[in-house]
């Protein structure tokens, strides 16, 4: 997958190991979530409305990939393993995060 | 010389109640002028949970609430515009410590159906293989297929538009300041000094009605009181029926509903005061963090969810938390139809319908003695 | 007499200089800001392990972002100093603040807000796409982390922060596609006495625009965006633009988009501050007095209560901590006063300039094809939009939100509800005001069901 962000200063830092959906990837400490995440991949998650219809069974409206870093959009918000939110442009990266960039509400009504 | 606006009725209050009344005064052939301070719908009737819930009302408050829930099912014909109405269930649960509401659960569900309201009660173990998502504390529940929700937002305006189609007068941004009756007609002057007059009037403004009705010389105490209301960022939708809890205490009266777009509406828990003269209500921070707390014991698995935005709204409560409904004791020509008591949302099409046949007939087959105004004004 | 409570929102420059003033006055505030360090977004630090200096981070700046973040090292034992927390509510004289899954309401007797400004975007067809950033993102992407938005950038707005971030851009070694601004030139020439108020910053101006050209980026003045063009799948992948009568194409994989900022006045709103509409902005502002006083012990200082620039916030973040001093019955430096408030009109004058140079395109907003999206959090098109006006009949824009849904998401309409407001006033063919106000509501940003007091 194509990075989206492009590091151009600051190369000079320990890494850092996470896993995004699935696949683990290096990025450097420092990081915020998004940077560790869009310099893998050119998205964070998909938006839930296909147009303003009501959702359609696969949204189309396409995948977002933050807008506005400063926590004010709330457009980069990810998932952890457990379901948790994180809002990526204001987490710092760790070690061992494990993130998804799909919701896990999905299968809601199938769990116990 | 100011004109004065005639009709056959005037009704006070463009709410749900007053929309769905000038709709089916018109389908009776009567003229019709609903005058709302605001816009259309914006108070209680768009600000409030938006269940189309019959179960849990009282028994004498069936017929009323069946005849709504026809309308609410035949509202994309009627109305021409689609209020987002689901008849997707509701579920009524009741917490491990209280035991006694089985019980009761089982005394209502016997006495439902003979009002021709089906309810299908539920264990704890098969209420959780049915809605998985329902939390370890909940020890059983009452669940109606027939139940719903629909989107309050869209709701009163929708039938005021619908009204408006077969020429209805609605006229917004008008306060009524003074109303008496002179003659055979009531006449109402509005705050810019515009006068309206009618044969009959209808009274159906929420919290704002019990002033009103003064005028006529029936006082009526309301408490005008404050939704706690939330929604969450929009999920894969999952969830079809609304879902609240049986309790005495208020502070556990949570429930929430998700909406086709994926949203979940929550409301419940403690209510809070509202501001009728200044047409201002508040949610008050620690009523949204218990909603939160008693969420969380309901459906554990929402606790992950993001709450978008708080909101709430003015509604009118009654001392006995039932509405105003029917004739004036007082006026003839005057009718009531207010204090809906937080819960006028499903049963407001059906409210508008009897009204209207009331006011045109003379008479309803609906049982309407115990919202007598007199049970207040004695 | 129990000492006085006082509750600073933000800590940028003018939360700093507010608390500042406090200490001074020898209280001891509570400081809540949301960002792990201070500096607010004009001052951001990066990380602690970053390595460039201030004078690479901040470049004509770094002299008053390296006074602000010291001066705030030394406050730090004197204020009581809450990061990474939100402000969600307030409420009957409490802040409700959250930080970590928990929260408490804090009581306050004076609550000073410097919630400083986030971008004010036009929506432009495809602007929903992957790629597509802020302008204020954009320049936040390199600032604190040291990243480029993408590969090819094509920044495309209007305002000083266009050609600013541009110029960081390309100094720092990214490829910048184009610089597209909506502006026409001559109203920059138009309004240059007022912007002679800050003859260093008019300066500044005219170096970036030589430092772009010299680096051959083409900058185009006056243009009509067209299209943003991309894929639901892979994002952006270019901007169409209308410039002197022909159609322009420019490739790149992102777009830095921004037409200056405005406040973030959501927890002003929510203290009952009351709003005024602003007709050189076309936007509607908190009220406040010349010091900052906003009624209901609210305060505004900086951005947050309007837009005067970085170098104001630090005046009016004072002004307003000495006007919540005075009317707690502490004494006023008066002399200090009478210079900050001169200090205040100057940044005013300079604010008018530039608003009048690089003037929001409400026309072109107005004017949005019914295809484009107005609303991102909720893909709400231009045309569910104007149905809502014309079929629906909303008539102000909080009923528009009602029916259509735009300002629903969650983002509260901070970046749709300018243009939504444009939108519906064209479609009623009445004046901006009329269209009346988007309501504050809570919480200022989401909150998770999981939130728990901490207090009880």
Known sequence: MTARFRRLVETDRPPVSLTIDGVGVTALLGDTLMVAMLTHGDALRTSEFAGSEPAAPEPSDGRRAGFCLMGACQDCWVWTASGARLRACSTPVQNGMTISTRQPEATWANIA | ?378 | MGEHRVIIVGAGPAGVRAAQAVVRAGLRPIVIDEAARAGGQIYRRPPENFKRDHDALYGTEAARARAIHEDFAALLPHIDYRPETLVWNVAEGHVWAAHEGETQPLPYDALIVCSGASDRVAPIKGWQAAGCYSLGGAQIALKAQGCAIGHRVIFLGSGPLLYLAAAQYVKAGAEVAAVLDTSPFWLRVKAAPKLAAMPGLLWQGVKLLRDLKRAGVPVLTGVTPIEIEGDPQTGVSGVTVRHKGAVKHFAGDAVAMGWHVKPEAQIADLARATFAFDEATRQWLPQTDADGRAGNALYLGGDGARVLGARSAEVTGELAAMAALADLGLTMDADRRRWLLAEKANYAKFAKGLAQAFPWPHELVAAIPDEAIVCRCEAVTAATLRASVNTAHAQEANRAKAFSRVGMGRCQGRYCGHASAEIIAAARSVSLEKTGRLRGQAPVKPIPVALKRNDL
Not at chain 2, 64 to 72: Q, S, T
Not at chain 2, 88 to 99: A, L, Q
Not at chain 2, 176 to 197: M, N, P, S
Not at chain 2, 239 to 253: D, F, S
Request: charge should be negative; include cysteine.
């Open chain 2, 1 to 378: 010389m100011t004109q004065i606006h005639q009709s056959d009725v005037a009704i006070i209050g463009g709410g749900l109640m007053g929309c769905s009344a000038a709709f089916f005064l018109r389908q009776r052939g009567m003229s019709v002028t609903v005058l709302e301070t605001d816009k259309v719908g914006r108070q209680a009737s768009g600000t409030n949970f938006g269940n189309v819930r019959r179960q849990g009302r009282p028994i004498f408050q069936l017929p009323l609430a069946n005849r709504a829930i026809r309308i609410w099912r035949d509202s994309p014909q009627l109305l021409g515009s689609d209020v987002e109405y689901l008849q997707s269930g509701h579920i009524r649960v009741c917490f491990r410590e209280r035991p006694e509401n089985i019980g009761k659960m089982e005394e209502y569900a016997a006495l439902a159906r003979e009002e021709g309201l089906d309810l299908e009660l539920l264990s704890a173990n098969a209420l959780r293989e049915k809605f998985p998502w329902l939390g370890p504390d909940v020890l059983a529940g009452s669940y109606s297929a027939t139940d719903g929700h629909a989107n309050p937002r869209l709701a009163a305006p929708a039938f005021a538009r619908a009204a408006a189609r077969l020429g209805a007068s609605i006229v917004e941004d008008t306060k009524i300041v003074h109303a008496e009756k002179v003659g055979e007609d009531f006449r109402l002057t509005a705050e810019d000094g515009r006068q309206f007059a009618a044969p009959i009037l209808l009274i159906t403004a929420g919290a704002w009605a019990g002033k009103i009705a003064g005028w006529f010389g029936e006082e009526i105490p309301l408490t005008p009181r404050a939704p706690t209301m939330s929604v969450t960022e929009p999920v894969p939708y999952a969830i079809a029926p609304a879902v609240g809890v049986m309790t005495p205490e208020e502070v556990e009266t949570v429930y929430f509903r998700q909406v086709a777009r994926g949203n979940i509406v929550l409301g419940g828990s403690t209510r809070a005061a509202s501001y009728p003269d200044d047409y201002r209500s508040y949610v008050l921070p620690q009523n949204t963090m218990t909603q939160f707390e008693h969420l969380r014991r309901l459906a554990p698995a929402l606790a992950n969810l993001q709450v978008i935005r708080v909101w709430s709204g003015i509604e009118g409560y009654t001392d006995d938390a039932l509405p105003i409904m029917g004739p004036s004791a007082k006026v003839s020509g005057l009718f009531h139809a207010f204090g809906f008591s937080g819960s006028g949302f499903q049963i407001g099409p059906g409210v508008g319908e009897t009204m209207a046949e009331l006011i045109a007939t003379g008479a309803t087959d609906i049982p309407l003695e115990h919202y007598a105004v007199t049970r207040f004004t004695k």
